[in-house]
């Protein structure tokens, strides 16, 4: 008993520590760009039109700079494109905004907010680091901020991949939705347990003491819901920001609508890219003119943060013809 009131105490006194700290954080905010216009004609075989009266998904997306990113968020976009009344929510984890990756976002001509939400500095070298977090939350701050009380939020990472199935199960979400997300940790799955139409318990190999011991990508919850909420949190405490968020909204088991047949389907899916470090490529500044396509490709991967030519750094490029590489004056000057 005592035992256990000691666990009570300790995990209340985490948690008013971690609400105290949510005030001293050095959060910041900035919206880049935002577009309420959706320029698609067509959406699937119907005109847009046609997709009036369904409820708008926002589309949550935690991203950072690396050499990954654009590539990803474009994956992701075209993705998005086949999706009717979807607001995406692009939150990057940098301090002031991309214009590089405003344009590109603005391009695609769905409806979107930029942000620049970077992650507090204290928590920039923990291990591990809380991975999305300012990002999620400069999303929420924004719901707020605009009282939306209609439609459904789903936190959607960068770099996983969607089944456009899943944006159908979502979307009339009454209060919380859950469904399987495949390629999670030592199971490759991560989801409800299903019987009889009801959740009754979560099958996932990291338990933790999570009462929802579920992935970021399992759920979604109507705005609606969420609006009653008023302390809807989710804080920077890695592993448990799924857990804490959905304890924040007083979710109860038997409110959990499965979906996906029952949980039966793969909609989403954890895929993970190789990150690497920004590439240098040597390469002389005299070349980086317009007599080759050279020097715009490199200031495209710059702009991307994919890669950058250098006199004196990184390893020489190497430029060949008929098997057989030369100078760079050879090809160049
Ligand atoms: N992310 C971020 N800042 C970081 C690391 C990750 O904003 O420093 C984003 C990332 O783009 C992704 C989400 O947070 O959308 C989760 O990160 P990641 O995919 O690396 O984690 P994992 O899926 O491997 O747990
Ligand atoms: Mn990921």
Redesign the pocket.
């Known amino acids: 008993m005592r035992h256990s009131l000691n666990r009570v105490c300790l995990w209340l006194c985490a948690f008013v520590l971690w609400s105290m700290m949510g005030h001293a954080l050095n959060e910041s905010l900035h919206i880049c760009s935002e577009s309420h216009e959706d320029r698609r004609l067509y959406i699937g075989d119907k005109p847009r039109s046609a997709y009036a009266q369904l409820p708008v998904i926002y589309f949550v ?4 700079p ?1 050499r990954e ?1 654009i590539p ?1 968020l474009t994956r992701l976009a075209y993705t998005l494109l086949h999706v009717p009344r979807l607001h995406w929510l692009v ?3 940098r301090e002031g905004c991309d214009t590089f990756l405003d344009a590109q976002i603005n391009g695609f001509g769905i409806p979107y907010t930029h942000m620049a939400s970077p ?1 507090p500095s204290e928590f ?1 070298k923990a291990k591990p ?1 809380p ?6 939350r400069a999303a929420l701050q924004w719901l707020h901020q605009h009282n939306l009380t209609n439609g459904v939020l789903y936190f ?5 991949t969607y089944d456009l199935r899943l944006f159908s199960e979502i979307r009339h979400t009454q209060r919380v939705s859950m469904f399987p997300v495949g390629l999670i940790a030592e199971y490759a799955i991560s989801g409800p347990v299903v019987r009889e139409g009801k959740v009754v318990a979560f099958l996932d190999s990291w338990v933790a003491g999570r009462r929802w011991p579920v992935d ?1 990508a399992g759920f979604a919850v109507s705005l609606s819901y969420m609006a009653q909420y008023p302390n809807v949190n989710m804080p920077y405490k890695p592993g448990y920001e799924e857990d804490l968020f959905l304890r924040s909204i007083g979710l109860h088991i038997d409110q959990i609508e499965p979906r996906g047949n029952n949980c039966t389907e793969i909609l989403v899916w ?1 895929t ?2 190789k ?1 690497k470090k920004s590439a240098v490529v040597r390469l002389e500044n005299r070349y980086m003119d317009e007599r080759s396509n050279l020097g715009a490709l490199f200031r495209l991967l710059e702009q991307m943060g994919v890669a950058r030519a250098s006199e004196s750094e990184g390893l020489v490029a190497t430029i060949s013809k008929n098997g057989k590489s030369k100078s760079h004056a050879y090809f160049l000057s």
Do not use: F, I, L, S
């Open positions: 997306t935690p991203t950072y690396r990113q990803e939150a990057n984890d992650m920039r680091a991975r999305g977090v300012a990002n999620r959607g990472d960068d770099d996983n970021m954890h993970q890219t990150n």
